[in-house]
């Protein structure tokens, strides 16, 4: 499976993960210093619980940190990996709820990492235009740039899984 479109024009982020609400981070697998150099991102422990929606070996976490990994494709999702995003998201506000902290990644921490912690906001009450602006303001401008994942939180997963789910009942 593809995972991720190339192409975008976007440029690489310039940290490796940004805190988006306390306790709530959102990131990627790299990224690019002021000088222009590319870093991997790689995760120790400084996160209780990392969910990756896309992988890459030698990038963490570390020993004992809990790990879920369900790698989503960055362009239209199935009902089943909507679904997916919906419990990841739950997964990550009640381990906030906890008092861990989470970190959510995908390859440049934009989309997939993105519909993941802006329905984590929803969950938690945010409208989605408030979420998708503060991912922005918190990650970057260039965050959430595929505009079907921005579409699936404006409409909501749910009924985005019910328009999806219709696909297969043809």
């Known amino acids: 499976m593809k995972t991720r479109?190339?192409?975008r024009g976007v440029p690489d982020p310039h940290v490796?993960?940004?805190e988006v609400v306390p306790g709530?981070?959102?990131?990627?697998?790299h990224w690019t210093d002021a000088q222009g150099e590319?870093?991997?991102?790689?995760?120790?422990?400084?996160?209780?619980?990392?969910?990756?929606?896309?992988?890459?070996p030698g990038h963490g976490p570390g020993p004992g940190i809990d790990?879920?990994?369900?790698e989503i494709p960055d362009g239209p999702l199935s009902a089943e990996q909507i679904r997916t995003v919906q419990r990841l998201s739950r997964t990550a506000v009640q381990a906030v709820?906890?008092?861990?902290?989470v970190l959510v990644r995908c390859h440049s921490g934009y989309n997939r990492s993105g519909l993941v912690v802006a329905q984590a906001l929803i969950e938690s009450g945010e409208e989605a235009a408030a979420a998708i602006a503060t991912i922005r303001q918190k990650r970057s401008p260039w965050a959430l740039n595929n505009r079907i994942?921005?579409?699936?939180?404006?409409?909501g997963l749910g009924v985005a899984y019910l328009l999806a789910d219709l696909d297969?009942?043809?």
């Open 16 to 18: 490796p993960w940004n």
């Open 97 to 101: 709820r906890d008092g861990r902290a």
């Open 149 to 155: 994942f921005e579409e699936y939180l404006t409409t």
């Open 38 to 56: 590319s870093h991997a991102a790689v995760v120790g422990n400084q996160f209780g619980l990392v969910i990756s929606l896309f992988t890459r």
């Open 67 to 70: 790990h879920v990994v369900a």
């Open 5 to 7: 479109q190339k192409g």
């Open 168 to 170: 297969t009942l043809a």
């Open 24 to 29: 709530l981070w959102m990131g990627g697998h």
